[in-house]
Each structure stands twice: as C-alpha cells, then as structure tokens.
C-alpha cells in the first residue's frame, strides 16, 4: 500500500503580482540530481546574481514527496503531450511535421519505421535506462515541435527519454522546487542559471557531457510557467494553488481570455498562427518563449 506523503512547503506562495514586467519563473531539481547538494548552488547563484534590489526574489519553496507525484500522476500530467508521442509515435504527427521529418532524414514519412518509445521499449528489448542513455551521432537526432526524434540503426523512435523519466520518478523520489519572481528581462535569468550550471560543474555535481536540463527544469517562458504551476505550485493543506492566482494567468484573464481555452492550449499547444510570413504551425509554448506577459498574449491571440 502506497503511504502518500503531503508535500512541504516551505515559503507559501503568496499570489500573483500584476506588475507588467514581472516574470514567475518554476525552477526544479529533477530526481536525477543530487537533491540537497544541487539547492545550495542553485540558491547562492540567485542571491549573489548582480541585480538591482527588489528584482528577484523566491516567493515559493517546496519539497514535493514521491507518493504525492504518482497518486496525482502528476509528472504524467506535465509531460502528456510527449507522453502521447511516445505511445502513438507517427499517428500523432501533423502535415507539418512529417515535411520536417522527411527534410532532415531524407526518406519519405510513409517508408519510415517511425515508433513510439515505448514500443520501442519492446522491439529492441531494451530498459528504459538503457534507451535513454542509448548513444547516437548527433545528426540523428531531431526535434520537432519540442518531440524528439532518435534514429537507431533504420527505426525512428519518438521522445525516447519519457519512459526513462516516469520511471525516475518513484516512492522515493522527492522534488525541490522553487518560483524565483524576476523583474528581469529573460536574457538575465538564464545567465542565473547558466551560473548555476557552473557552479555544479566546478563542483563535480555536472559532467561535462551532460546537460544542466538533465538536472534542472526553469520555466522558458509565460505559458510555461503556467504548465509548471499546475504541476508543482500548492498550498499548505495539500491542493493546487488556484489557477487565476498564477501571475500570466490572471493576467490572461484580465485581458479577456477563456479559463478553457488557456488550458486546452497548454494541453495541446501546437497550432496555427497568423504571422508575418503566412499561417505558421508553432508549438505555444516554445513560440512565446522568453516573452513578456505582454508579448505572449499577443502572440496566443495570434492562433487561428
């Protein structure tokens, strides 16, 4: 029987700021970390990073238990769009994405073994580990639409790391997660965590072929830092916060949005939009990355 666990929190989260310049950026240890060891250099890059005063802060700080992530499915929950990829490999890809599929590999979309990875999992008899750490030259990989597309030998197979993810994620897994509101432009709080990065680096914490991202998670952008929210922003007595208490998305509010359709666009964020150059299909929440509040909404208004 699963023992469930609530999760901890350790600075409340106080509400959305309407400030229009604000940012409210998730950033969590992934259960590959070290855990404690990585929050100290995370946390010192934050409060040494050269910023004028009242321009960053930590205004939520949490520990969030294992058992509470898989009753409330939560990492499922954040990852289902690739989580759907990685069970239906080619059925789900767009008109789009196959003509960026057969521009990069060279081979027509319908003479291509193209799979999920968890069917992979199964024709290549291998364990979820084995697949993610499985090495391939760099030109044989693609992302499209924020999907990864891994050839191995003559198989395609589609966001080959999610069966190893959900499975990092245990009983005895817990996840650090913070909400650091900057009044910075985006530029300024990557360079906070690239200094983090750094730090772990110098420390022995990161190899150096690996990536910060294997580690780390940071909101990129505004519709992301709603995606976050719904996973990992709660109340003391165990409940998500409520949605229009996140910063961007009480600001789409205010701006006239639908409750509905901002969340089945987070769920299923690529679409069509109206641009410069003609209709263009983008993921939403990797086309409004590094955007202002401002600028997002103008860009979600943009979908047709």
């Not at 802060?57 to 289902?80: D, Q, T, V």
């Not at 993610?132 to 999907?147: A, R, S, V």
Request: charged share 25%.
């Amino acid at each position: 029987m699963l023992i469930v666990k609530k999760p901890t929190i350790i600075i409340p989260y106080p509400g959305p700021s309407l400030a229009p310049d604000v940012q409210d950026i998730f950033i969590y240890l992934r259960p590959e970390s070290n855990g404690v060891q990585v929050e100290g250099p995370l946390l010192k890059s934050i409060r040494d990073y050269p910023a004028p005063k009242g321009s960053l802060k930590i205004i939520y700080m949490a520990n969030i238990p294992g058992s509470f992530l898989i009753k409330h499915r939560i990492i499922e929950e954040h990852y289902s769009l690739k989580v759907r990829f990685a069970m239906l490999g080619r059925d789900l890809f767009t008109p789009t994405m196959r003509r960026s599929f057969e521009d990069y590999f060279q081979i027509p979309f319908s003479e291509a073994e193209i799979i999920g990875a968890f069917k992979a999992l199964k024709k290549l008899k291998l364990t979820s580990e084995e697949l993610f750490h499985l090495w391939i030259p760099e030109k044989d990989l693609l992302t499209i639409h924020g999907q990864t597309v891994k050839k191995v030998k003559d198989i395609f197979i589609v966001n080959y790391d999610i069966p190893a993810l959900i499975h990092k994620n245990n009983n005895r897994t817990n996840i650090f997660v913070i909400i650091l509101r900057s009044f910075l432009p985006y530029i300024e709080n990557h360079k906070i965590i690239d200094l983090t990065g750094k730090s772990l680096g110098e420390q022995g914490l990161l190899a150096d072929h690996m990536p910060l991202s294997y580690i780390l998670h940071y909101s990129k952008g505004p519709f992301e830092q709603i995606l976050d929210g719904l996973g990992y922003a709660y109340t003391r007595e165990e409940k998500h916060a409520a949605l229009p208490s996140l910063s961007f998305f009480a600001y789409l509010l205010e701006r006239g949005c639908d409750r509905e359709d901002i969340l089945d666009a987070i769920h299923n964020p690529i679409m069509n939009f109206s641009t410069e150059s003609g209709i263009a299909e983008k993921n939403l929440l990797l086309f409004t990355a590094e955007k202002s509040f401002e600028e997002a909404y103008q860009l979600f208004e943009s979908r047709v």
